[in-house]
DNA sequence: ATTTAATATTGCAATATTACGATATTGAGT
DNA sequence: ACTCAATATCGTAATATTGCAATATTAAAT
């Protein structure tokens, strides 16, 4: 006990999962959202812009990566880290959905 | 440590990664899905649906509905769960809002 | 009042996440 | 080769999450 049953989800429920618990820690959408605002991506100045220390900020930028939310390419001695389109709208879809289908529905709550 | 530091972060950003946290686990994906299309919404028909123990779903329900994505109202000696729309319109808005800003951007990652 | 069905709460073990100091790696500039 | 700057990894402590058996609660039906 204590582990994801994961294996019992399907695909699709799994996939938004990831990516959604990716976002579910406050760095890490601080973390996109300077990545949709800033010019250069080099993650150096993620570390000044956020209030945790450079191993944490790494630690943070390895998960956003591993569920796919950014990608990151070696720039010199820094590394360029961008969002990943694909997720994004992944996300989008998923919301939109959701969203189109309560409206057509008549949601049944008070 | 150990715990997030919330208390640095803007409120904005804190209340993206409480829904997107929430939605952070494929059950409560799956549950999202049942709600989106059942017809009636009986808590106990989550449960059998889920491969998952009565309490446990139960547990998921307190944590969908604490970070504001379904509401629930007593119906009889059951009870009726439904998705709370402004919830997913949140997350709608920002992926949104990322997509349309990330198009305008061209994104400088290979 | 008792029983039954639906749901919630408690308590606890297993596992995961968060955070950071210390240390490693790697590329650029000297 | 040496140093410096940028980033990653390791190790580990603190905390949070996941899952469930046992138990409690509550409303309907008898």
Do not use: W
């Amino acid at each position: 006990m204590g582990a994801t049953k994961t294996e019992h989800f399907t695909n699709k429920h799994n996939a938004i999962a990831t990516l959604a618990k990716a976002l579910g820690h406050p760095a890490r959408v601080a973390i996109i959202d300077y990545l949709l605002h800033a010019e250069n991506c080099i993650c150096g100045d993620i570390v000044n812009e956020l209030p945790l220390a450079q191993p944490t900020v790494s630690q943070h930028l390895k998960e956003l990566k591993n569920a796919g939310l950014i990608k990151g390419s070696i720039e010199g001695n820094s590394i360029c880290y961008c969002i990943d389109e694909k997720a994004i709208a992944k996300m989008k879809t998923y919301f939109v959905h959701i969203s189109m289908t309560l409206a057509k529905k008549k949601n049944n709550c008070y």
